[in-house]
């Protein structure tokens, strides 16, 4: 294995692209048509070569680490793993659709902690049989996704192996506040989403049955748009615990409620569920309540607030943080009231699936 941190082609740049074709030494200048025919140092060379910088990246690719500026003293730091075959397909997706969807669920973790994206890392395992543009493809897709949070990838590791596998490491920089956590919550806070809801386990579900279209719950599958200013701007406003939503509504606020020992009440008409969402539930027979609830990859974020917080509009109150019912009484979430009985979201060792 040899990590893109430990060496950059002449000519290439860790600051933008080099503007001129990398030389991977074969006969006529023929371009490889497999990661195999590429090579090790020859698929570095070209996903260096991709790569745009920021003001925080002090050392970029080239090194044996890179160098990440930390005003704060703290780094925030967050991983998460995509598998083909487990967290997407190649025939619903492109590379570039994949490496926007990995970036983006790394950097909305650093986000719901009230930090702001600095840097990412790319572990990528390949076969060798693999069509050479498709990591350059996912790279332009992770770089770029990178670019909408101001921040960039600085490094990471490639090896060879029998199923593509994409992990991303995010940093971020909490800029002199406290990180916010999944423990603050207290009765009488209130919670509130900002980003969309039940959007991508829409997608999910027209693709599953063959469709393309409706094409904006497809893109919200392929290419979940995170509020990452929302997480930072949560913080300044008072948040008092956070998390962005990748596994479910229900599941996530579950996580915040068993921190922070409290009850969490989500109520349903609060929740906003679009009429052409309704149209695809009627198709597909799914109540699209089920999609806002518990389906995953959004990465909305939500957050818990005092309750006399005013909130900017972008945030929509659902639901409030009550004590729970009695000292034996577990953390919970409840709709409406009363215990959700349904699945609350995705569990990477259910049943396989994309997404």
């Not at 973790?109 to 840097?119: I, K, N």
């Not at 395992?125 to 992770?142: F, R, S, Y």
């Given at each position: 294995m040899r990590d893109l941190t430990g060496g950059t082609a002449p000519g290439s740049s860790a600051s933008g692209p080099s503007g001129a074709e990398p030389s991977y030494g074969y006969a006529g200048g023929r371009t490889p048509g497999t990661v195999g025919e590429l090579g090790e140092f020859g698929l570095i060379r070209e996903l260096t070569s991709r790569l745009t910088s920021t003001p925080a990246v002090r050392i970029g690719p080239g090194d044996d680490a890179a160098v990440v500026a930390a005003p704060d003293r703290r780094v925030v730091a967050s991983t998460d793993i995509l598998v083909e075959g487990r967290h997407f397909r190649r025939d619903w997706s492109t590379a570039y659709d994949v490496g926007r969807k990995a970036a983006a669920q790394n950097l909305a973790?650093?986000?719901?902690?009230?930090?702001?994206?600095?840097?990412?890392?790319?572990?990528?395992?390949?076969?060798?049989?693999?069509?050479?543009?498709?990591?350059?493809?996912?790279?332009?897709?992770?770089?770029?996704?990178?670019?909408?949070?101001?921040?960039?990838?600085?490094?990471?590791?490639?090896?060879?192996?029998?199923?593509?596998?994409?992990?991303?490491?995010a940093l971020g920089d909490l800029?002199?506040?406290?990180?916010?956590?999944?423990?603050?919550?207290?009765?009488?806070?209130?919670?509130?989403?900002?980003?969309?809801?039940?959007?991508?386990?829409?997608?999910?579900?027209?693709?599953?049955?063959?469709?393309?279209?409706?094409?904006?719950?497809?893109?919200?599958?392929?290419?979940?748009?995170?509020?990452?200013?929302?997480?930072?701007?949560?913080?300044?406003?008072?948040?008092?615990?956070?998390?962005?939503?990748?596994?479910?509504?229900?599941?996530?606020?579950?996580?915040?409620?068993?921190?922070?020992?409290?009850?969490?009440?989500?109520?349903?008409?609060?929740?906003?569920?679009?009429?052409?969402?309704s149209d695809i539930g009627t198709a597909v027979g799914v109540d699209p309540l089920q999609w806002v609830l518990t389906g995953g990859e959004d990465h909305a974020i939500v957050a818990t607030f005092p309750a006399d917080q005013k909130l900017p509009a972008r945030w929509r109150v659902i639901g409030s943080v009550l004590a729970v019912s009695a000292p034996s009484a577990l953390p919970q979430v409840t709709v409406d009231g009363a215990p959700w009985d349904k699945a609350g979201g995705w569990d990477h060792f259910g049943d396989p699936s994309d997404g």
């Open positions: 973790d650093v986000a719901a902690m009230g930090a702001v994206p600095t840097a990412l890392l790319l572990g990528l395992v390949v076969p060798a049989e693999l069509p050479a543009n498709w990591p350059t493809e996912l790279m332009d897709g992770i770089r770029d996704e990178a670019q909408v949070a101001a921040a960039a990838v600085v490094g990471g590791d490639v090896a060879r192996g029998d199923t593509i596998t994409v992990s991303i490491s800029r002199n506040r406290e990180p916010v956590t999944r423990a603050g919550a207290r009765p009488g806070d209130v919670v509130a989403v900002t980003g969309w809801l039940g959007w991508s386990a829409a997608g999910h579900a027209v693709l599953s049955r063959g469709f393309r279209s409706p094409r904006a719950f497809v893109e919200a599958h392929r290419r979940p748009e995170p509020p990452y200013h929302a997480g930072p701007a949560a913080a300044g406003l008072g948040a008092t615990s956070m998390t962005d939503v990748s596994d479910g509504l229900v599941a996530d606020l579950g996580h915040i409620a068993e921190s922070s020992k409290v009850r969490i009440d989500i109520r349903s008409a609060a929740l906003d569920i679009p009429a052409q969402m």
